[in-house]
């Protein structure tokens, strides 16, 4: 059968104000800023082809927006994490009936905690960041669910930064995009690191969708850095989310799908 790109995604909260924050400050944050960028995110996914598949509002839950680190879909199976922030856990069960549709369901159990910014896919090779967020009993569970269907999984310790994904993606054609004072990026043996400009620490973060690479477009030294690479760059205005230190990557979950 023929397969579609989707994307989940999620209204943001009228509570954002109220977001988990880790390293950052707490900064006024504009709700109609963010609700108007957060529509300039998912029409720039639309044009790219990708099927926006939209969640209910979880206006009570300040995060909700950030949907990725909720659940984690790879080609055989989906997981159903467990938020290493506890104002988080009430999110996951939202997700449940949408993702069932498209894969079997496995899940994070007490003691572990496992956030989806903290997995990053690099073909069969799966990196998870050992964070604040995902500590060891999440990793070994995850670890356990996936190597069954053949994928490598490493974990890699993330001092610098809130998740895996704040730090680095990987963006196709064995490239990841990375900044090198919040991890080490050793770790990605075998993989070609362009690493962000130094003035723009936040601009690891990138979603690659067929031969495009979707980037905020606050970072325009690095974007240079990757253009000069070959890649075409769609850039999108993120800065409203990126106070609740939310990244690209968090806003969806995107994966592949039956049409």
Same mark, same amino acid.
């Given at each position: ?5 989707i ?7 009228e509570s954002?104000h ?7 400050d707490?900064?006024?944050i504009?709700?109609a800023t ?7 995110y998912?029409a720039?996914?639309k ?13 009570e839950?300040a995060?909700?927006v950030?949907v990725?680190d909720?659940?984690v879909?790879?080609?055989e199976?989906a ?7 506890e104002?988080?856990r009430?999110?996951?069960e ?5 993702i069932a549709?498209h894969r079997? !369901?496995a899940?994070i *159990?007490?003691?572990?905690t496992?956030? /989806?910014?903290?997995?990053m896919?690099a073909? &069969?090779?799966?990196? @998870?960041g050992l ?9 070994d569970?995850?670890?356990s669910?996936?190597e069954p269907h ?5 974990g890699?310790?993330i001092?610098?930064?809130?998740h895996?994904?704040?730090?680095a993606?990987?963006?196709?054609d ?11 990026v ?6 070609d690191?362009?690493?962000v400009?130094p ?6 973060n990138a ?5 495009? !690479?979707l980037?905020? *477009? ?5 974007? /240079?850095?990757?253009?000069a690479?070959?890649f &075409?760059?769609?850039? @999108? ?8 230190e939310g ?6 979950v ?6």
């Amino acid at each position: 059968m023929p397969s579609m790109l989707i994307a989940i995604t999620r209204p943001v909260s009228e509570s954002i104000h109220d977001c988990e924050l880790t390293h950052m400050d707490r900064e006024p944050i504009c709700h109609a800023t963010a609700v108007d960028q957060h529509s300039k995110y998912v029409a720039a996914m639309k044009d790219l082809g990708v099927t926006i598949v939209e969640l209910d509002s979880l206006h009570e839950h300040a995060d909700a927006v950030f949907v990725e680190d909720i659940t984690v879909v790879v080609d055989e199976i989906a997981v159903l994490t467990r938020p290493g922030a506890e104002s988080r856990r009430g999110e996951v069960e939202s997700i449940l009936n949408v993702i069932a549709q498209h894969r079997p !369901i496995a899940r994070i *159990e007490p003691p572990g905690t496992l956030e /989806g910014g903290d997995v990053m896919q690099a073909e &069969r090779t799966i990196y @998870v960041g050992l964070s604040t967020r995902t500590n060891q009993a999440g990793f070994d569970q995850f670890k356990s669910l996936l190597e069954p269907h053949g994928y490598r999984v490493e974990g890699v310790p993330i001092p610098g930064a809130l998740h895996l994904k704040t730090a680095a993606t990987y963006i196709g054609d064995g490239v990841v995009l990375a900044n090198p004072h919040w991890l080490d990026v050793t770790h990605f043996h075998g993989l070609d690191i362009i690493e962000v400009h130094p003035d723009e620490p936040f601009a690891g973060n990138a979603i690659r969708i067929d031969e495009a !690479i979707l980037f905020p *477009e606050q970072f325009p030294h690095t974007a /240079g850095r990757l253009e000069a690479r070959g890649f &075409r760059l769609v850039r @999108v205005p993120s800065t409203e989310l990126a106070k609740a230190e939310g990244s690209l990557t968090c806003k969806s979950v995107i994966f592949n799908a039956d049409d």
